[in-house]
């Protein structure tokens, strides 16, 4: 299907902020709502944030009370707001449809590094 394209990661210390940016050409809109995916070195792919029709949304306990997911009008992008990172948090992040049999091709990631 669409081609998924994230960016806005980066190096920061514990404490900063990031915003993640995930983009198409066109709309990414699924009727299953997309998510945030991160995957750190010998750990396992973890859905951290979801976003659904209505804009209800979801958050991984992890995450819950830091992160913010969003989404444009046009759903052409949708976003992850970061805040008060850990080192924990330190991963290469990713979006798809939350659901694993809608499942889109995985685009590139975008690299996330909080360390002092």
């Known amino acids: 299907q669409v081609q998924l394209v994230e960016s806005g990661g980066g190096l920061v210390q514990p404490g900063g902020s990031l915003r993640l940016s995930c983009a198409a050409s066109?709309?990414?809109?699924?009727?299953?709502?997309m998510g945030w995916y991160r995957q750190a070195p010998g750990n396992q792919r973890e859905l951290v944030a979801t976003i659904k029709g209505g804009d209800i949304t979801d958050y991984a306990d992890s995450v819950k009370g830091r992160f913010t997911i969003s989404r444009d009008s046009a759903w052409n992008t949708v976003y992850l707001q970061m805040n008060s990172l850990k080192p924990e948090d330190t991963a290469v992040y990713y979006c798809?449809?939350?659901?694993?049999?809608?499942?889109?091709?995985w685009g590139q990631g975008t690299q996330v590094t909080v360390s002092s």
């Open positions: 066109g709309s990414i809109f699924s009727i299953y709502g």
């Open positions: 798809n449809v939350p659901v694993r049999s809608r499942w889109r091709p």
